[in-house]
């Protein structure tokens, strides 16, 4: 009895809401990369190690950073019926709804339109560092805008009593099937402005909310129950997640929903590094300086790494 109690104590959900995932997050800003042109493809690819691990560096700010968490969401219903409706601009979205309200409920149009802008900037002056951190961070909340469930206020089905489908949906799916997907998504072209094409991005996203709730819905009521789920051990902890059959038979159902939106994301991602170069004014990009980071900003990442470990993100789960 003891045995089971510690057993069962044990028993984790792979529910916890990472945002794409690392796993999908890192493939889809590695995969930017080739999209870019001659004059960047070199620089990027000589730092494709920095590009691929560091595209989960917002997740880890959540550990550490309390105003990071709306930054990869933004809960349509929680500011109008009609997205349409939602002021484009942040300046007016402030006015209309005030900063409490924007910090509760996403921000994540404007957080590209930010980092955006911050690229730009480490472009025109040549900063490696400041180029790299920016692009990575960029092609995060670019991953981001694609995940319909971080478009709506049942992030994680909470609502219509489907909990655990936010990490389902962009987590276990493409590290399930992501393997079989066709990743050739052209060259990167160029952005006239930045934010109209954020919010274009999120409003096909959000269109694609109804679907991914619906369906899973529909599934679990016609899928045996005693098959809905599996159990796999990890570091002598066992993991609950949802069994490879379910998660094919919603995957198909679904008809390529989850590789349509990480090819999406690499093209953007990608076409957003590019303008951002050209809006700098197109920069040799060889023989960058190389600024190294203010001891204290060193010292943020080491303390952001260490409450990363301890694994209490600050806000609500995305």
Not at 15 to 35: D, E, K, P, V, Y
Not at 125 to 147: N, Q
Not at 257 to 278: C, D, N, P, T
Not at 296 to 315: A, R, S
């Amino acid at each position: 009895m003891k045995r089971l109690t510690i057993l069962i104590a044990l028993i984790i959900p792979l529910f916890l809401c990472t945002s794409w995932g690392f796993f999908a997050h890192q493939r889809i800003n590695n995969l930017a990369i080739f999209t870019l042109p001659t004059g960047m493809i070199g620089f990027y690819k000589k730092n494709i190690k920095y590009i691929t691990e560091h595209a989960v560096d917002p997740d880890k700010r959540r550990y550490a950073d309390t105003l990071e968490a709306p930054r990869h969401y933004l809960d349509v219903e929680n500011y109008e019926k009609d997205i349409d409706s939602i002021p484009e601009k942040y300046n007016d979205a402030l006015a209309k709804y005030g900063l409490k309200h924007l910090n509760a409920n996403g921000i994540v149009p404007w957080q590209i339109q930010r980092t955006y802008y911050s690229l730009v900037k480490a472009f025109k002056t040549r900063d490696s560092i400041k180029i790299l951190k920016y692009s990575a961070d960029l092609g995060h909340y670019l991953g981001d805008a694609h995940v319909p469930l971080h478009t709506t206020n049942n992030h994680n089905g909470q609502l219509t009593n489907q909990v655990g489908i936010h990490a389902f949906w962009e987590s276990r799916l493409p590290e399930l099937f992501s393997t079989n997907y066709n990743f050739i998504v052209g060259k990167a072209i160029y952005i006239e402005n930045p934010l109209k094409e954020g919010w274009k991005i999120l409003k096909h996203t959000h269109s694609l909310v109804d679907t991914v709730l619906t369906f899973e819905a529909q599934l679990a009521n016609s899928f045996p129950s005693d098959k809905k789920y599996s159990f796999s051990e990890r570091n002598n902890t066992v993991l609950k997640q949802y069994s490879t059959a379910y998660s094919k038979a919603y995957h198909d159902k679904m008809e390529n929903m989850v590789e349509k939106q990480m090819r999406s994301a690499i093209l953007e991602i990608g076409s957003f590094w590019y303008s951002a170069w050209v809006d700098a004014g197109q920069p040799e990009l060889k023989n960058l300086i190389k600024i190294d980071l203010e001891p204290e900003e060193k010292k943020m990442e080491n303390d952001l790494e260490k409450k990363f470990q301890k694994g209490v993100p600050i806000g609500r789960e995305l």
